[in-house]
């Protein structure tokens, strides 16, 4: 009986939510959103999806399929992509920007305190433990992303094709992507069992409607249908809030200037960074340290360590790199000044470029729902994001756990193992156990690991 009435029970539909409670909840997300991508994710379908219902499951996976075809922050371009779809253009502004303002303040003032401090050996020692936290964090994104994507062994094989091009062959990102993506397009056609489904693993997800997909059956979401003027405005609008800046910079202080550098640098990685801060951290890793020189390996590692502990996307560690190259190239600016204009004109072109994506592509996105070509794309991008992630983790090892690392051809690294920490490896294995075996929280992992390097580095001397 009682099964009966549950059945019965009838579900009252969503309300619309309006603007100000829309605007509350995306600051909320923006104060909470610890735990990378996937803990971004997660909190945004637990409020927007099972709490307040806004928005359906299947509309809230195919946004989020377009998000993680984009360059840039998957996470804040899905908050984008929400806010757009319940209120216009505005909706969407207010949610970007709450998602990354709360982070990028904290960001600054660690950055801040990191130049000034960094070198005090306790500050040290406590950046000792966070890299062993860091690099249990960045596999554990590994394992959850590959449980995803990883469906079968067409996937698995995408995913180490990846990893053995971008490790072995230094096959340049992007040219991963774009043979990814054509491998799932080319394989929906010849073997469709292997390539459909769902990016994210979740094929049979009941269509539980939300007040998104109530509102557009009503008709009352116009926007979401393209128009023929759509494209040219939004190009004509946004390009020139994006590179703006960067040129004015260009203008007022030359082309070889670290500002230039700087702004140029990070539109290109705008344009070309694909699967979000995991994927995209080894190419600006490389570039970083070795081609211009702003940062030591180590300090890479700790910039992704203070990302981790800041609320918004963990591609906020561009902001640490730009924040530090233009630090130590200030000329006749102060030096603090110097690195905090270097790391606003970061976040311009970083995140700048995220709206300008999702609202060029969002409506025609929303047009192709159920577009199966589209989905097996999405899903071989994303395995090959995996082993992209496979190759960051790689490269975070060896320079966490070895003091020296010998280049082979091609780029490849192998490490002195004569060299290795083993300090740094215990601790790395010990957050690892943490992470992946008792399911720590990352905060918790995080302060404990610095602790314990904190110890570890003072018991050895």
């Given at each position: ?25 995306w ?31 299947q ?30 253009t ?55 992303i590959?449980r ?19 490790y ?13 993506g054509?491998?799932?397009?080319l394989?929906n ?22 007040a ?30 994006w ?122 996105i ?8 589209l989905?097996?794309?999405?899903g ?14 790689l490269?975070f ?11 082979l051809?091609?780029?490849m ?33 995080l ?15």
């Open positions: 009986m009682s099964a009966l009435v549950s059945q019965d029970t009838v579900v009252q539909p969503p309300a619309a939510p309006t603007f100000t409670e829309a605007m509350k909840l600051a909320k997300i923006g104060l909470l959103s610890f735990g990378g991508p996937a803990g971004q994710i997660a909190l945004m379908h637990k409020e927007l999806v099972e709490e307040r219902r806004w928005i359906g499951e509309r809230f996976l195919h946004a989020l399929n377009y998000c993680m075809l984009l360059p840039g922050p998957e996470a804040q371009q899905l908050a984008i992509y929400i806010g757009w779809l319940l209120h216009r505005i909706g969407g502004l207010v949610a970007g920007i709450l998602f990354v303002v709360p982070g990028a303040l904290v960001m600054l003032v660690l950055s801040s305190l990191y130049v000034l401090y960094g070198d005090v050996p306790l500050v040290e020692a406590l950046f000792f433990g966070v890299k062993a936290a860091v690099l249990a964090i960045v596999i554990q994104a590994v394992i959850r590959g995803r994507a990883l469906k079968n062994r067409v996937m698995v094989s995408i995913a180490v094709s990846a990893f053995i091009a971008i072995a062959l230094n096959v340049p990102f992007p040219l991963i992507i774009l043979l990814a054509l491998t799932g397009w394989g056609r010849i073997a469709p069992a292997l390539f459909s489904g769902s990016a994210h693993g979740k094929d049979d997800v009941a269509d539980i409607k939300g998104v997909d109530l509102m557009f059956e009503r008709g009352e979401l116009a926007h979401l249908r393209p128009t023929k003027w759509h494209a040219p405005r939004t190009i004509a609008i946004w390009l020139p809030i590179f703006g800046p960067v040129l004015l910079i260009w203008w007022l202080t030359g082309s070889a200037s670290v500002w230039t550098e700087i702004g140029r640098f990070f539109s290109l990685m705008a344009i070309v960074t694909f699967g979000g801060a995991y994927a995209v951290l080894a190419y600006v890793a490389q570039a970083a340290v070795q081609s211009f020189g702003w940062l030591a390996p180590g300090e890479m590692v700790d910039g992704l360590g203070l990302a981790e502990t800041t609320p918004g996307p963990l591609i906020l560690v561009l902001q640490f790199v730009g924040f530090i190259a233009a630090f130590r190239h200030a000329g006749s600016l102060d030096p603090l000044l110097a690195g905090s204009l270097g790391a606003l004109l970061t976040l311009w072109v970083t995140f700048t470029p995220c709206f300008f994506w999702i609202f060029l592509g969002a409506p025609y929303e047009a192709l729902r159920g577009n199966k070509a989905s097996a794309a999405l071989a991008i994303t395995a090959a994001v995996v082993g992209v992630i496979m190759n960051l983790a490269w090892a060896l320079h966490v756990i070895f003091r020296e690392v010998h280049a051809g091609l780029g690294n192998v490490p002195v193992f004569s060299s290795i920490d083993w300090r740094a490896a215990l601790l790395s294995c010990a957050t690892m156990i943490a992470v992946l075996k008792l399911k720590i929280g990352m905060l918790p992992t302060a404990g690991s610095a602790l314990a390097g904190v110890l570890l580095l003072a018991a050895s001397g």
